[in-house]
């Protein structure tokens, strides 16, 4: 169970780099605009930034390949304990159904789980932290209360677009 728990910790992590690794060109255009930037500097600049790009690719794969890799693990554990389960059936059981619904739900539908969970994971954890990133980034860097008058509404839009869908459903 702690390999799994260190494991998320390890995501969080990779995504908080990537979202901090993102804001550098900001950063290069302030210094722009301010006057800072020699050539020297540019090149300085341009050779962390081909470096952060190879290190939010490296980081982005990695993270991919661990979120869909778990979520193809998952689905070949349901699909081993769908399959046992078949297994211990009653041969009235497959009078009863036919033999190409049940290939379908092995196949199909286990896929259609899997994909569901990795996309939704990715989803999650990609909205969580950017949001957080960005209020961080609002609050700190811009101004708080301009952060807190761009998400003050929110909560209020939200409350509408449930009761809209109530009301069209």
């Not at 969970?117 to 609050?139: E, Q, Y």
Request: charged residues 20%; proline residues 2%; hydrophobic residues 50%.
């Amino acid at each position: 169970m702690e390999k799994v728990h260190n494991s998320h910790f390890y995501f969080t992590g990779c995504k908080f780099i990537r979202s901090d690794a993102a804001k550098a060109p900001w950063n290069l255009h302030r210094r722009s605009i301010a006057g800072q930037l020699t050539a020297e500097r540019l090149q300085y600049f341009i050779l962390v930034l081909a470096g952060l790009m190879v290190v939010i690719y490296f980081m982005t794969y990695v993270w991919m390949r661990q979120l869909f890799g778990g979520a193809y693990i998952m689905e070949r554990t349901l699909r081993s304990k769908y399959m046992r389960h078949l297994m211990k059936m009653t041969p009235t059981f497959y009078e009863k159904n036919k033999t190409g619904d049940l290939m379908a739900k092995a196949t199909n539908d286990l896929k259609s789980i899997s994909m569901t969970t990795g996309f939704g994971i990715l989803t999650l954890v990609d909205s969580t932290i950017f949001l957080i990133v960005i209020l961080f980034m609002m609050t700190f860097l811009v101004s708080w209360k301009l952060t807190l008058a761009a998400f003050l509404p929110l909560p209020i839009m939200a409350w509408l677009m449930k009761k809209i869908r109530e009301d069209y459903s």
